[in-house]
């Protein structure tokens, strides 16, 4: 089967193959890892060579093993609060969206509560004060990043509810909730997913940072912002927080490269101009 022109942009094949590996190395971290990552058995602060390619930490744990077993902590826990938003985001968004009034009224004026904080400041000041956990992080990110989903379903729902096929079902006796499900939800999910592809690298950053300030993963968990902050520790060992860093930084890439994708397989006119460039 052909792929969609979209597709077959480098920019998307390098964002497809980046997260594709990241994701078999989540998956088979304890057949790839060369070492225990949590073992303290390696010469301390080894630079990288032969035998710890990503060298070793001030405890002696080898780094490529610590950054395998890191994706298996940082991309699902990534996944699930993104898939978390939108599912809180946008349920409360389509309520505001489709029944208005109060309900509009309520959920908006608590969307735009959150956004009077800075994003970074709020999320800190609710995770210090559930305690540092990485279960506490994702609520704190989760916190601060289902208003954004609610603001942009309930925009589309506005755009959907009044097109004539929503209300012929309404006429027709149908209940809020099939309305919502049958005619609106499948109209409204292309934006969505777009922006929760996006996402995934700012949930990613988001949940780095709070460990990284002591906040999320604690050791001797091997999260890639808690190896980054044991790194700084050890400066002129640059190895030490320079590979974790690498690995947030591809997989922030590699989501935004498929975002963009997305969005331009999804937008017609888009595609339409890629397909017409490509001939």
């Given at each position: ?183 609106v939800l499948p109209n409204i999910t292309g934006p969505i997913l ?6 995934i690298g700012t949930a990613l950053l988001l949940l780095s940072g ?70």
């Amino acid at each position: 089967m052909k792929l969609p022109q979209a597709w077959r942009q480098p920019l998307a094949i390098v964002g497809g193959v980046v997260a594709l590996a990241w994701i078999v190395i989540a998956l088979a971290a304890p057949l790839l890892a060369p070492h225990d990552p949590l073992a303290q058995d390696l010469p301390r602060l080894a630079s990288p060579g032969p035998g710890h390619w990503f060298g070793t930490d001030q405890l002696g744990r080898d780094i490529l093993s610590r950054v395998m077993y890191g994706a298996r902590l940082s991309i699902p826990l990534t996944v699930l609060l993104v898939a978390l938003s939108v599912l809180v985001g946008g349920l409360l968004g389509a309520c505001a969206g489709y029944f208005g009034k109060w309900a509009d009224e309520t959920i908006m004026r608590f969307a735009d509560l959150v956004f009077a904080f800075p994003t970074v400041i709020l999320a800190m000041v609710v995770a210090a004060a559930l305690g540092a956990s990485l279960a506490n992080a994702v609520l704190a990110v989760l916190v601060v990043a289902w208003p954004a989903y609610a603001r942009v379903t309930r925009g589309l729902v506005l755009g959907v509810r009044e097109r004539e096929f929503v209300i012929s079902g309404r006429l027709l006796g149908f209940s809020a909730w099939r309305s919502l499900r049958v005619d609106v939800l499948p109209n409204i999910t292309g934006p969505i997913l777009v922006l929760a592809t996006l996402d995934i690298g700012t949930a990613l950053l988001l949940l780095s940072g709070l460990s990284f300030l002591g906040l999320g993963a604690k050791p001797p968990s091997p999260e890639w912002g808690a190896m980054v902050s044991a790194g700084v520790e050890v400066f002129d060992s640059w190895w030490v927080a320079t590979f974790p860093g690498l690995a947030i930084l591809s997989v922030v890439l590699a989501f935004n490269f498929l975002g963009d994708t997305l969005r331009d397989a999804l937008d017609p006119r888009t595609a339409r101009a890629i397909k017409e460039r490509a001939l």
